[in-house]
């Protein structure tokens, strides 16, 4: 069994997604050629917002957001303690300070509590400048916007969402990737909605933040002549070729993928939740299922379980082991573990399961099998 099974989706897609790799090598356009133009708009309206740009990972789409608002030295970057590093790392390699946040254990998002006890922290001890939320929609699953979109308006913060495991959920009808004042996501194989290497898109309904985008992920060009740079940018660009590999694979995303994940998840929901703490999705909330991730009771059990899981040749992962308080690179800081009692509670009992749309029944049932014994 795969914990993400990319083999038996190209399988089922193989002819469009053949295809559409030998036309793009047909047409030598390997770089920003017509298909990236064509995904962008797709993407745009399929999240509902004006405009979306590719460049060519995640955590370049996070930089990027961060470099058109200016972030940098003194500035207070709030994100989630219980992500991916890209999330505090981006803020750090521009100079700025990620300040960490507890999480709400129901769903595994960012607390809206907890970001505004930090938000008055850090303005009483008035070094840094509160500038910016990175709320992070983690496992598939959109942060709580209701709560998070308030407080930035309250304290006079820009929101940048991490979309990276979100795209393709939900909350009211209302997609991933619109909440932010800009969204960002990644096409990093393993996500919702992935490539076959790296890739990552950013969403605005600016028309100057699109325009500064696209120089910036070009070196910062003027949009007149390439060769005079009007500021300092990166070579962030989506490649032809992933953007014609994921038209055909956005398409089956949208038609029956998102469904088929949400029916996965259902069937572990309904084996597992008398005996596991298993993952709770709010009224009007649609998760992508980047991960299914169950709290086991504690850590001896969560290792015996991988034991069995391992001996039955089921793969399963630890998302996360550790907050970004206690990572090395952030040592320094010498965050306090009493502040993210949540995230340390998460990091020893969080255990996700193998979640793709092409897991059957059955499968689900072999995983359940050994842990229910
Ligand atoms: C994967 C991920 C990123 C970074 O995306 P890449 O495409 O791998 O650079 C950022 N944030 C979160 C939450 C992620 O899961």
Known sequence: MQFRDLKAQYKALQPEIDEAIRSVIDSSAFIL????????EKLAAYVGRKHCVACANGTDALQLALMIWGVGPGDAVFTSDFTYFASAGTSSILGATPVLVDIDLNTFNMSPQALEEQIKRVLAEGKLKPKVIVPVDLFGQPADYD???????????KVLEDGAQGFGGSIRGKLACSFGDISTTSFFPAKP?????DGGAIFTDDDEVDARLRSLRAQGKSPTDKYDNREIGMN?????LQAAILLPKFKAFVEHEIDDVNRV????TKRLEDRFVTPSVPDGYVSSWAQYTILTKSAEERDNIREKLKENNIPSMIYYPRGLHQQQAYKWMNLDDSMYQNTIKATKLCLSLPMHPYLREEDVD????????
């Open 193 to 197: 909605l992935g490539c076959y290497g």
């Open 265 to 268: 998840a259902g069937w572990y």
């Open 366 to 373: 072999t995983v359940c099998k050994v842990l229910l014994d």
């Open 33 to 40: 050629g017509k298909p990236v133009g064509e995904l962008e």
């Open 147 to 157: 709560k998070i979109l308030p407080i930035a308006e309250k304290y006079g913060l």
């Open 236 to 240: 962030s660009r989506l490649d032809t």
